[in-house]
């Protein structure tokens, strides 16, 4: 089980820190993954880090302003946000995948356990 928390209200240009803790002993043997929910779209991918590696890969749309990283000990995965924009404005969702590849860190298909999300919004 994920619960996600700190989101919140902010204005534009400032940061926000997302953090999304799991239940259980097996954190480690999951990749995991920022989606959001935003007005009027449907869920779309935010960042993603692998199990083994921890190599992180973003949407473009966060890149150079976002970053996601993990701490196993924690069971925890967070998501850093800087520069955040009135179109960041939605709901944040973590979700994690055993079995992530390349091809499908971006289709919130294969991510299955997703936590209940935390609203950030953004004020212009």
């Known amino acids: 089980q994920l619960q996600a928390y700190g989101g919140g209200l902010v204005q534009a240009g400032a940061s926000l820190r997302l953090s999304c803790v799991a239940s259980?002993?097996?954190?480690?043997?999951?990749?995991m993954g920022w989606f959001r929910q935003t007005p009027g779209k449907e869920r779309e991918f935010v960042a993603t880090i692998f199990k083994n590696n921890g190599r992180t890969y973003y949407a473009d749309f966060v890149k150079g302003r976002f970053a996601i990283s993990r701490d196993n000990a924690k069971n925890t995965v967070s998501l850093q946000m800087n520069g955040l924009k009135a179109e960041d404005t939605g709901v944040y969702f973590c979700a994690g995948s055993s079995s992530l590849i390349m091809s499908t860190i971006r289709d919130s298909r294969y991510y299955y356990n997703w936590g209940q999300g935390t609203l950030v919004t953004v004020s212009s």
């Open positions: 259980g002993d097996t954190f480690s043997r999951y990749s």
